[in-house]
């Protein structure tokens, strides 16, 4: 996270990223670790949020039953009381494929415990706040953005681990393809498509973590946009066909699918859908080649296309601390 000058001491302001989600390593679990995830901390969309201490806890904007869940939670976690105004004055998409319930109750419980003078670590909020299940790549995006690798979930309770962090290229660029239309699979159904889902092929998560190894994390280094995308692209065809059953397909919207054929016919970089979706990505050489791919592909209807750069820093958090 980065400190902002701010000289308001008695609110806070926090600004967090949306992240995407390239699919999952390790299915399998035959090592005793299961998940894993690659992803990527992005700038747009992003939330805004403050918060202000007050008599009683007192909740506006977006999201506010969400927030106040989140602001309930973490009180408890961090043993203080309720006493605070927030405000979600801008929202990450639910439910898209953005990590916003991550992001949400990061910056919730972050408010808090700067507002109480208290120190504040994702991980240490991880089960209160039933966040980092599956996936440690929303909690270090909210801490320190770039592309991240984690390394799945072991037999305790704990986050799991990071295990590489890095710059992505600045010239890179992520369309973006939400369809407004509808939303991924999240709650229940998501938790019953990973309890009936069938076991994933030992062979298929080995290629899958030769992939991230030895050619995506290479790629991000040398700036090998084509390696970078084909490596994503493979990745997400063999994740997304393991989870078609509960998603319709490949990916979850037929809309999206539409325009990730269109570009891979056209020679994109690499594309796939973040998370359960509905939301695709595309990846663009350049501020460029996003913003050609935009006007080429873009047809109306309910899908909505935004153009993202990857952001190598976390959460911006100001205010709140006494002098």
């Avoid at 894993?36 to 009683?56: E, F, K, Y």
């Avoid at 909740?59 to 506010?64: F, W």
């Avoid at 004055?89 to 208290?118: M, N």
């Avoid at 050619?215 to 991000?220: I, M, S």
Wanted: proline content about 5%.
């Amino acid at each position: 996270m980065t400190d902002a000058p701010d000289s308001d001491t008695g609110t806070v302001r926090i600004e967090a990223p949306a992240r995407l989600h390239f699919g999952f390593l390790d299915l399998h679990g035959g090592l005793g670790r299961r998940f894993g995830s690659v992803g990527l901390a992005i700038d747009s969309p992003s939330l805004s949020l403050t918060a202000r201490r007050a008599a009683s806890l007192h909740v506006e904007g977006e999201e506010a039953e969400r927030v106040r869940r989140y602001a309930i939670a973490a009180a408890d976690h961090l043993g203080i009381g309720t006493e605070v105004s927030l405000r979600l004055e801008r929202a990450i998409p639910a439910h898209a494929g953005f990590g916003s319930g991550t992001q949400l109750a990061l910056a919730v419980a972050a408010a808090l415990a700067r507002l109480a003078g208290k120190p504040f670590s994702p991980e240490d909020f991880s089960n209160a706040l039933d966040r980092g299940n599956r996936s440690g790549v929303g909690l270090r995006a909210f801490t320190e953005g770039g592309l991240i690798v984690d390394g799945g979930r072991g037999a305790d309770s704990a986050p799991p681990p990071v295990i590489a962090r890095l710059a992505f290229p600045e010239a890179w660029r992520l369309v973006l393809i939400l369809d407004t239309s509808m939303a991924g699979v999240h709650g229940t159904r998501e938790v019953e498509a990973f309890r009936d889902l069938p076991r994933f092929p030992e062979a298929q998560a080995a290629e899958i973590c030769r992939i991230v190894l030895m050619q995506v994390l290479p790629a991000c280094v040398t700036g090998d946009a084509d390696a970078f995308g084909a490596g994503i692209t493979r990745m997400q065809d063999l994740v997304g066909d393991h989870f078609a059953p509960h998603q319709g397909g490949r990916y979850a919207s037929a809309a999206v699918a539409g325009v990730l054929e269109e570009a891979a016919r056209r020679g994109v970089a690499g594309y796939g859908q973040s998370s359960w979706g509905p939301t695709g990505f595309l990846l663009a050489r350049s501020e460029e080649e996003a913003h050609h791919l935009v006007t080429s592909l873009d047809r109306g209807g309910p899908l909505r296309f935004l153009i993202a750069r990857g952001r190598n820093t976390g959460a911006t958090v100001a205010g709140g601390i006494r002098a």
